[in-house]
């Protein structure tokens, strides 16, 4: 879904200023883990893995609170495969975008008979917007956060973005601000608001209110999707051929997003081999 693809983006895109909004941690030295370490054949939101010296930051966007499992046992069992993987501390923040009433929205454990697990949760409609405005990386999730006006919210958000220096990064930015802030306002207010020329020019940007997930953002995680499973499969078995890098640059997005799952199984890079000789057949 586009609201998920733009959370990602951002999250991968802004590793550093993520990590300090949610660890309050000062490190340039961030790895984005690019597996979902989930069973589930289809996801409805987005999942991010930051990596730091000695933990590892797992974000959960979230549009609806519903899920099946829910999102605590989901949480409980993220954490179990993680700390099997990677032998370290693990946070876990659930990022709730919509304002919403419902009971899992405000559940922040897991809890059994025998099992407890706790995990941070953020619902941005409650989140001083001030922190927000200050830090572009952070800026598109502004139009959510507290407000008593929000259409003024929305304006001041617009003029932030129209002050950020880079042409590239401004364009970037204000295509994911319009997508967040569809999920609060008519979309008839944010193209008034947020110039539809510039959006119209943002590499992540493609008729965005007509057609969803566009095609720019598409492209760009793909790219930044095969690039880092790249760097995990290196990490694990070592140099990759470039033949075999090829292949994996090739794939569609929901390839690479199975291959990020199968790299956990994975003991020898003649299991990736297998695994793209079994898609072409």
């Known amino acids: 879904m586009t609201y998920d693809n733009a959370c ?8 550093t200023a993520f990590v300090q909004w949610l660890l309050a941690v000062e490190t340039e030295n961030i790895q ?10 289809i996801r409805a939101d987005s999942v991010s893995f930051l990596q730091t010296a000695n933990q590892i930051l797992h974000i959960e966007f979230q549009t609806l609170p519903e899920s099946n499992p829910p999102i605590s046992f989901r949480m409980l069992d993220y954490s179990v ?12 923040v659930v990022i709730f975008l919509k304002q919403t009433s ?8 897991y809890q059994d008979r025998t099992t407890s697990h706790r995990y941070r949760v953020i619902r941005l409609w409650e989140q001083d917007a001030a922190p927000f405005l200050t830090n572009p990386a952070l800026l598109p999730f502004a139009p959510l956060t507290q407000t008593d006006s929000p259409a003024a919210l929305l304006e001041q958000v617009a003029q932030q973005v129209a002050r950020i220096e880079s042409t590239d990064e401004r364009r970037n930015l204000a295509a994911c601000t319009e997508i967040l802030a569809g999920l ?21 940007y493609q008729d965005i209110l007509q057609k969803g997930l566009q095609q720019g953002l598409q492209q760009g995680l793909l790219q930044g999707e095969a690039t880092l499973i790249l760097r995990q499969l290196t990490k694990r ?18 390839q690479l997003e199975a291959l990020g799952e199968m790299l956990l199984d994975f003991s020898t ?4 081999v297998t695994w793209l000789d079994e898609l072409e057949q």
């Open 32 to 41: 984005v883990l690019k597996t979902e370490l989930t069973l589930e054949p």
């Open 269 to 272: 890079v003649e299991d990736l």
């Open 237 to 254: 078995f070592g140099e990759v051929e470039p033949q075999l890098q090829e292949q994996v640059r090739e794939l569609s997005i929901e």
């Open 81 to 92: 495969r993680l700390k099997r993987e990677y032998r370290c501390d693990v946070e876990q």
């Open 184 to 204: 609060r306002f008519e979309k008839d207010l944010i193209r008034q608001l947020l110039r539809e020329d510039i959006m119209r020019e943002s590499v992540i």
């Open 102 to 109: 419902s009971e899992p929205a405000f559940i922040e454990q």
């Open 8 to 15: 990602k983006y951002l999250a991968e895109q802004y590793p």
